[in-house]
C-alpha cells in the first residue's frame, strides 16, 4: 500500500532515516504485482515520480474509525475537563514536522485580532517530530497538549469549533476525514490529496498564503451558520470513507491480484 509520496515529493522536509526507508520500499513497490494507493492523488503522484504502471494501482481510500460518527456528550464534556479546555476552540492534531506547516497556523492565528483569540485559543495535538526548535518554541507558546491517547482524539476533535489543518502534502488526511466524520467544520489545504478528500465538505486555501487562512478562520469562527453547514456536509461526506469499504474493496483486489 502507498500511504503517500511525500520523501519523493518533498525529501527537504524530512530526516535522513525517513528518506532512507522509502527509497528501501521502492523496489518493493516495482516488484509488487499489484498496489493500493489510499487515494488518486497519491496513485498520480506515484505514477508520475516513480514511473509505476497505472494499471496495477487500485485506489481504495483509507477508513475512519466508527468512534468518530459517533462521539457523546459526556465523552467530549470529560475530555474537556481532562485538558481544562475552558474556552471555545481552534484544533490541529498531528506530528508537529514542517509538512504539517504549523508556523504557517500559528502565524494566521497571531494575525486573528486580540478580541477573536481571547474567545478562540488555538490547540495543538499531537507528539513532537522532527519541527525545529523555534517551532517547537512556538507550538508550546499556545495549548500544546502532546500526544493524546487514541480514546481522546474523537471527542477533543468533536469538541473543536473549528479543526485547521494546513498541510503542504497528505497521501489521504486522516485527521481532516475524522473531523467530518466528528461534525466539526474543516478548514484545510488545497493541494494534494486533501480536495479530493473534503469534497465540498471544508474550506479549501492556499496552505502558502497567510491572508486566505487567517480570512478563512475569521470567516468560520464568526459564522456559527456557516459552521453548521459545513459540518453538516463534512458528516455526510466521511461517510464514504469507512473501513468496511475499504475492507471489501481490498478483498476483491487481493483476489484479483492472486487470481482467484
Known amino acids: 500500500t502507498i500511504h503517500d509520496m511525500t520523501c519523493?515529493?518533498?525529501?527537504?522536509?524530512?530526516?535522513?532515516?525517513?528518506?532512507?526507508?522509502?527509497?528501501?520500499?521502492?523496489?518493493?513497490?516495482?516488484?509488487?504485482?499489484?498496489?493500493?494507493?489510499v487515494s488518486e492523488s497519491t496513485k498520480t503522484d506515484a505514477v508520475r515520480v516513480l514511473g509505476l504502471r497505472p494499471e496495477k494501482i487500485a485506489v481504495i481510500h483509507s477508513g475512519i474509525a466508527a468512534p468518530f460518527f459517533d462521539v457523546s456528550g459526556e465523552a467530549i464534556d470529560?475530555?474537556?475537563?481532562?485538558?481544562?479546555?475552558?474556552?471555545?476552540?481552534?484544533l490541529f492534531i498531528g506530528t508537529i514536522e514542517p509538512r504539517k506547516n504549523i508556523d504557517m497556523l500559528l502565524d494566521a492565528y497571531e494575525a486573528l485580532p486580540a478580541p477573536m483569540r481571547q474567545e478562540f485559543e488555538l490547540v495543538v495535538a499531537g507528539p513532537m517530530g522532527w519541527a525545529s526548535a523555534e517551532t517547537a518554541a512556538r507550538v508550546r507558546s499556545v495549548r500544546y497538549l502532546g500526544y493524546v491517547p487514541?480514546?481522546?482524539?474523537?471527542?477533543?476533535?468533536?469538541?473543536?469549533t473549528v479543526f485547521a489543518y494546513p498541510s503542504l502534502y497528505e497521501g489521504?488526511?486522516?485527521?481532516?476525514?475524522?473531523?467530518?466524520a466528528a461534525g466539526t467544520p474543516v478548514i484545510t489545504s488545497n493541494v494534494s490529496s486533501l480536495p479530493e478528500i473534503t469534497?465540498?465538505?471544508?474550506?479549501?486555501?492556499?496552505p502558502r498564503?497567510?491572508?486566505?487562512?487567517?480570512?478563512?478562520?475569521?470567516?468560520?469562527l464568526l459564522s456559527p451558520t456557516l459552521r453548521i453547514e459545513l459540518a453538516a456536509k463534512g458528516r455526510a461526506r466521511a461517510g464514504a470513507f469507512r473501513w468496511?469499504?475499504?475492507?471489501?474493496?481490498?478483498l476483491v483486489f487481493f483476489r484479483e491480484v492472486a487470481g482467484g
Request: charged fraction near 20%.
Open 150 to 160: 487514541e480514546p481522546d482524539i474523537a471527542p477533543l476533535t468533536a469538541a473543536a
Open 8 to 37: 519523493w515529493m518533498m525529501p527537504e522536509l524530512h530526516p535522513a532515516a525517513n528518506l532512507r526507508a522509502d527509497r528501501n520500499f521502492e523496489g518493493t513497490l516495482r516488484r509488487a504485482d499489484g498496489l493500493i494507493a
Open 199 to 206: 469534497g465540498d465538505a471544508a474550506m479549501l486555501i492556499d
Open 172 to 180: 489521504f488526511g486522516f485527521p481532516v476525514a475524522q473531523a467530518m
Open 209 to 220: 498564503s497567510l491572508g486566505e487562512l487567517r480570512d478563512a478562520l475569521s470567516r468560520l
Open 78 to 90: 470529560a475530555v474537556r475537563a481532562r485538558y481544562s479546555l475552558n474556552r471555545a476552540f481552534v
Open 244 to 250: 468496511e469499504a475499504c475492507a471489501a474493496q481490498s
